[in-house]
């Protein structure tokens, strides 16, 4: 939703700000979101599960006696969210979620932590870091409990740079609109997180750790009798590079980021990086309704089987399968046996972080930055065009190279020239993968991207095309 102060930071325009854009048939449905308010977003979704419409969200509640409270968890108004976070555009106070504000702010290798994005599917719970543990059950020696002590001082400190990115990011590109949080291009960031390898605590705890084994993460933020957010992640991805993070950027985690401890899984979506983790488990297969091993196998489903799917129109819901050959997003998309993919590594992307959209700016300032990322894949070209696509010229990556799983700063020395201009960044992956344009009808029922066209699908996930995120710039000699 609009920042309910009607002020936008330093820095932005309020164009950017309020999610516009020259490309009017991409925004225009977008206006509602605007000073509506969030009554009137959930009246716009009424039949879908909660405010943020693509899982079993409770609804923002904020009356004029203020917040919900909610006895375990930390609860906001929406004042007092804009003001932990100062640099994000706040979607929702109950649960808080929220985007960057602004292009610009992503002009420097990590993300400011008041200017990361926030995506919760609850509040935020109330966890004392000195009585919190991590239960490990399943195919290990025997149950145990680890206490966040433990975690921290008998095991190794690693860090790793990731670039946390949601699923729906760019989903309010989507023609005709999806249920959701409307993200633009700010439900992301980039920090280094540190904290314990998870392969390291499976080991030391006697865990079976065959790479086609899957090790289901749990947090503990789920109200009594609600789903438990929880994701089942290979062990071939455990013992790579996932760590139980309990500090970003030299700095303990704040309560909607995960604190005391939250997983983190490298190059991949983020909501696979569970936050407030508070139950490990090692199985056979993923998570599933039929999953005898388990109590209430359903509640522990929803998150991993029916949400975070690419899910054509004309599908039904989708299909559970116990495995998949496949973690790579993009390849899943070619996998006839899938059908509707996990969102599991992060699909190319990139996009223009300066100028913003809507500026005016000389001749004299025609340099061009932005960023570009590639998930595990890792990024083998950026392309820079300034007339709206129809060619594209060879930009730089500059700045700190810290492994695939954090995104690349880019420059481009633009000799620009006075007019309206249309800037847009186009990235290739290490497998010669490349963004697509637009977004497909979803009447053309694409499940792969493919003819220069990214496929419309349910819920809006895991959107990559560049035309959407174009910016239009004025050059003048005037300044």
Partial sequence: MSNTSG?????STDAESAGESPRERYLSRRRYLGAAGVAATASVLAGCSGLLGEESTPTATETETGPEERPGYHTYSTAELEEKYSGLK????????AETWSRNQYTEFTTSVDATYIRSHYDSPEIPEAEHTISLEGMVEGPTEIPMDALKSELSTVEVAHTMQCAGNGRSYFEPSVAGAQWTFGAMGTAVYAGAPVGELLERNGAEMDDELYLAVMGADAPDGEDVFARSIPMSKIKKDCVLAYERDGEQLTAEHGFPVRLVVPGWYGCNSVKWVDRLR???TMLHDEDESMDEPDRYTHWQQSSYRI????DDEPRQHT???????????????IEQPYMYGMVVKSFVTSPVEGTTITPEDGEVRGVAWAGETGLQRIELSTDGGETFTDAEFTGPEHGPAAWRLFRFDWDATPGEHTLVS???????RTQPATVSSPEEGLRQIQDDKYPWNRKGYGNNAYMPVAVTVTV???G
């Fill in 426 to 432: 186009r990235a290739t992956d290490a497998e010669g």
């Fill in 323 to 337: 495995t998949i050959g496949t973690f790579d997003t993009q390849a899943q998309m070619n996998d006839e046996e």
């Fill in 7 to 11: 002020s936008t930071p330093e820095g």
């Fill in 311 to 314: 899910v054509p129109e004309q």
């Fill in 282 to 284: 090692v199985m056979e």
């Fill in 90 to 97: 706040i979607v929702s106070n109950q649960p808080p979620n």
């Fill in 476 to 478: 003048s000699d005037d």
